[in-house]
């Protein structure tokens, strides 16, 4: 088959636009091609006399062997370096949307973002949690911390202002610089020796005000600068004081720019300890009314309620719940290095989500803009109707409404461009995002689960997650099914004699009661059968099938735990173990 050149290529745009403008020029290397299309062009030089089609035309889906990444880290790099960005950079997403993204970004620790009005105590959460203070912290009941205070782990204690802090390769800070020195001027990292901060690190931001004034002086986007930190950390906490409970329009503002991290966002009820019981749960309800006309989604935020710092409690009524919700928070916090990972790869995924929708638009755009005459009447129409594109572009390429920016907000940004500068429609760079989404993120999520195998222990350690972890201030030490831990007698036999009495009246043969027998006992707790099925394989110690005078009493004593609200052990603890039956579970043992 005879294979005629193409015509000669005239300038840089004829060579973009040509299909077979990277096969018909000699074989030699060029600046201006990719590499890996001279590569393709070698090829070709050789076996075009037995091709039918340029090899240009493979499926780069189906053809080429998967990419190999090291780390979880690694490969989301690669993919937004090599199929992300391209995209975002060709449809200006970064002056719409967010800076792009650099290698501090995939490479830092979990990030904790505090916000909350003055006062709150987000200073003292802080302290409370490293149980030590850290350079430039302020405490106080008067507005104090003025400035956004980034605390990171160290080997010596120090700081470093605002301006040193984004030009530092090494720290996820460097696009703050587009805020300017306003903003700089308030923004410092403290760098201390803390085990805590070896996990994670914390953004303590300054108290919210209530009055336009207050906004005002600021001198920059307080709202903007939040919502930029909101995309990079790993949990927001908002932090409520029982005593002041308005929500002023800042911090209306500020809660109403973090909607797109619900899954992020935490609520702290503080200084919970100085009101009754009562007045608490009046208060827990004001707050989770006002939440919602906030928010204004169906889904409720989890709230924790407490007294975060070290201080003896003013009411201590509900004790119990503070220390149990602490618990669920520290938890939650504790898992922040292990779910790292899949929240970096949750947000590159959201990132290019919206990556997509915006190219989308600005084509769109582009596509209705007059060639000559009439541009910017044409451009404040589109704009007006640009609610009408949204919907013809979800159409047309079955996209979720949910994955659109904000009407508003993409409206007064499209004001200040020149719509007749924007790219057309470019097939590849979408494709290649399209990958990423099809296959590539499913081989990192793999890569993921095998991170956390192979590295099960990551937890924050440390300050205040130390003093409940083990001893008897450990949560739930003592309680349920560790009541009696710490005694020499066997805690069961404090109510085996009322146990005996219903035994006897099951007419035990040689010492023992059926299963059956017991199930009549047993069922008439009212608890399911699985519960009531776990506790017989717990209380049936010896395996026999049957229960004695001690595996019936201790059968009983589990139901009790249970109705209480106790979770039933996996395996029965030792200290539960009938004193009969001790020594031949050290015969199993041996």
């Not at 967010?98 to 987000?122: C, H, R």
Request: proline letters at 6%.
């Amino acid at each position: 088959m005879e294979v005629r050149r193409p015509h000669r290529i005239q300038n840089d745009k004829d060579r973009k636009t040509s299909v077979f403008s990277h096969f018909s020029t000699p074989s030699f290397p060029s600046p201006n091609r990719p590499i890996e299309l001279q590569f393709l062009r070698i090829q070709s030089d050789t076996a075009v006399s037995n091709q039918q089609q340029p090899i240009m035309f493979r499926s780069r889906d189906s053809k080429k062997a998967p990419e190999a990444f090291k780390d979880v880290s690694a490969g989301l790099k690669k993919l937004y370096r090599t199929k992300l960005f391209p995209l975002e950079d060709s449809y200006q997403f970064h002056d719409f949307h967010s800076p792009a993204l650099e290698d501090a970004d995939f490479d830092n620790k979990p990030m904790v973002l505090l916000v909350g009005q003055y006062s709150t105590g987000k200073t003292t959460f802080i302290r409370h949690l490293m149980e030590q203070d850290f350079p430039g912290m302020r405490i106080g009941p008067e507005p104090t911390t003025d400035s956004f205070i980034a605390v990171m782990h160290g080997d010596q204690e120090g700081m470093i202002p605002g301006n040193a802090l984004v030009v530092d390769p090494k720290k996820p800070f460097r696009k703050l610089n587009a805020f300017g020195n306003a903003f700089l001027n308030r923004f410092m990292c403290a760098q201390m020796p803390n085990p805590v901060l070896e996990s994670i690190s914390i953004i303590d931001t300054p108290g919210i005000l209530s009055g336009e004034k207050q906004r005002i002086s600021r001198g920059y986007d307080f709202a903007a600068v939040l919502e930029w930190f909101a995309e990079r950390v790993d949990r927001i906490i908002l932090l409520f004081d029982a005593h002041k409970l308005d929500i002023s329009d800042e911090f209306s503002e500020v809660i109403r720019a973090l909607k797109n991290h619900e899954d992020k966002m935490r609520v702290v009820l503080n200084k919970a300890d100085q009101i009754n019981t009562q007045q608490l749960m009046r208060v827990y309800g004001a707050l989770m009314w006002s939440l919602g006309k906030i928010i204004n989604t169906p889904e409720v935020v989890r709230v924790y309620i407490g007294s975060f710092w070290a201080q003896p409690l003013l009411i201590a009524d509900n004790r119990k719940l503070f220390e149990v919700e602490e618990q669920d928070l520290f938890q939650d916090i504790q898992g922040l290095p292990r779910n790292a990972a899949i929240r970096k790869l949750n947000d590159l995924i959201k990132r290019a989500r919206l990556a997509k929708v915006h190219a989308y638009i600005i084509s769109s755009l582009k596509k209705e803009m007059p060639s000559v005459f009439g541009k910017e009447n044409k451009k404040k129409e589109l704009i007006a109707n640009l609610g009408e594109i949204y919907l013809k572009i979800e159409r047309e390429h079955q996209i979720s409404p949910g994955d659109f920016p904000k009407l508003k907000k993409m409206q007064e940004l499209l004001a200040g461009h020149d719509f007749s500068k924007f790219p057309t429609m470019k097939p590849k760079l979408l494709e290649a995002v399209e990958d990423m989404l099809a296959n590539d993120i499913a081989r990192l999520m793999t890569l993921v689960r095998q991170e956390e195998a192979a590295m099960p222990s990551q937890a924050v350690h440390g300050g205040a997650f130390e003093g409940t972890m083990t001893g008897p201030f450990g949560h739930g030490y003592g309680e349920g099914a560790g009541e009696g831990i710490d005694e020499l007698e066997w805690v069961v036999g404090r109510d085996k004699p009322s146990y005996d009495e219903i035994f006897y009246t099951l007419s035990p043969i040689n010492g023992k009661v059926s299963g059956a027998a017991a199930k009549k006992e047993m069922v008439k707790s009212k608890l399911p059968n699985t519960v009531l099925g776990k506790i017989w394989k717990l209380a049936d110690v010896d395996k026999d099938g049957y229960l004695d005078d001690e595996e019936f009493a201790l059968a009983n004593h589990l139901i009790r735990v249970k109705l209480e609200g106790h979770e039933l052990p996996a395996k029965l603890p030792e200290h539960l173990v009938p004193p009969s039956k001790r020594h031949q579970e050290i015969d199993m043992g041996e």
